[in-house]
Nanobody
Framework: QVELVESGGGLVQPGGSLRLSCAAS????????MGWYRQAPGKQREMVAS???????NYEDSVKGRFTVSRDNAKNMVYLQMNRLKPEDTAVYYC??????????????????WGQGTQVTVSS
């Protein structure tokens, strides 16, 4: 019931910057953590950055100090500002949202939603 659409990817030179955007629509109540994952060719998908409903953030070690994740709950948007990009940042970047709920028996649950991905290529 939640749709995520990423945008902002592209081709940049090393040292350049990009800003990725993720728009959430549909049944977006009770969205908890939102985050960005990436998958490079031949590699496993890894979490890059996440931001909780109270705006606390976490980052993968290799992007700390270079990437910044933020969210605008009023606009149902999450962003990833990427600075000082390196060739090893090249990957497809995916937006993820987690939605929590409670079953009719009172048991909590969480459901994950994923965007379609946007390509980021860092090359000279």
């Amino acid at each position: 019931q939640v749709e995520l659409v990423e945008s902002g990817g592209g081709l940049v030179q090393p040292g350049g910057s990009l800003r990725l955007s993720c728009a959430a629509s549909g049944s977006i109540f009770s969205l908890n953590d939102m985050g960005w994952y990436r998958q490079a060719p031949g590699k496993q998908r890894e979490m890059v950055a996440s931001i909780s409903s109270d705006f606390s953030t976490n980052y993968e070690d290799s992007v700390k100090g270079r990437f910044t994740v933020s969210r605008d709950n009023a606009k149902n948007m999450v962003y990833l500002q990427m600075n000082r990009l390196k060739p090893e940042d090249t990957a497809v970047y995916y937006c993820k949202a987690a939605q929590s709920g409670v079953s009719m028996y009172g048991n909590p649950y969480e459901y994950d939603y994923w965007g379609q991905g946007t390509q980021v290529t860092v090359s000279s």
